[in-house]
């Protein structure tokens, strides 16, 4: 059965240029994004990499740790990380899984036989503290991934986990949101001290209401 949203991320342990990881472990009481390489030494997963470095302080702020995963073997991760210094100006400063057995590849279905027999998509898993899979992105393997993107989804989710909103078209952080419909207006008056426009009985716009 796939993985699908709302699933218990599969736990497992797993070597890393850190250490070897226990998942649910690491994650603790954080938010967590698993993304997948389909290789070492590639030209996408280099750039890639060092964005995710230079963002590892934003993620930070929202209680957010990040993951890797290749499918190659950690001594050459470790070479890898210093073509990634070199290029990208920026080092390795967050765990890569060397997932050579595919243990963690196939737990999560990285591996898309009609893509690729042996390469990982790329593939983003968003984790919450609950270890619930809250999102999930894949990529083909010739197109870089958005980080600002999944910033941005991130700051949805963790806003809609603790109020009764949801984010509409490009929200980012700051700007309006929509009161969910299953809440009342008597409720929402309530909820919602800051008000709020009534477009139609299904769309009603309020502030960010954590600011």
Known sequence: MALQLGDTAPDFTQDSTEGPIRFHEWIGNSWCVLFSH???FTPVCTTELGAVAKLK???AKRNCKVIGLSVDPLADHQAWAKDIEETQGAALNFPLLADGDRKVSDLYGMIHPKANDTLTVRSVFMIGPDKKVKLMITYPASTG????????????????ANYKVATPVNWEHGQDCIIVPAVPDAEADRLFPKGYKRLKPYLRVTPQPNL
């Open 38 to 40: 389909p290789k070492n």
């Open 145 to 160: 991934r958005n980080f600002a993107e999944i910033l941005r989804v991130l700051d949805s989710l963790q806003l809609t």
């Open 57 to 59: 302080g934003e993620f």
